[in-house]
């Protein structure tokens, strides 16, 4: 059943997000909810913040362009998330020289 402790992967494995000073939009607001649920472990570097929302907004002389909102998600009890504009700071700092090191990676989360 969906939302039950059978539909999810919940203590059976550890989720880790990398994040950097160029993760932005849905790269810093995704690590965020699954920070402040416990559903994964930020690794990396504080990401680089802003709004995954988007919205039309037009000129006075009719050009439209999409940017970021102000509308935030909010969680299942209907309170908005923690906002975070300027960014998620990691649970594990990585260095940006150790980003693609493998070993290196897998050496801090064990």
């Known amino acids: 059943m969906y939302g039950s402790d059978k539909d999810t992967f919940r203590g059976k494995y550890n989720f880790y997000i990398l994040t950097s000073g160029g993760s932005f939009s849905c790269g810093n607001h995704l690590p965020q909810i699954c920070k402040e649920n416990g559903l ?29 909102s102000e509308n935030v998600a909010v969680n299942k009890s209907g309170e908005s ?24 990676i897998n050496e801090l989360l064990k």
Do not use: L, M
């Open 40 to 68: 994964a472990k930020i690794i990396g570097q504080t990401s680089g913040g802003g709004s995954c929302s988007i919205s039309q907004i037009s000129t006075s002389s009719g050009f439209i362009y999409c940017g970021s």
């Open 81 to 104: 998330y923690v906002h975070a504009d300027n960014g998620v700071s990691p649970d594990i700092i990585i260095s940006e020289e150790d980003f693609y090191n493998r070993n290196k």
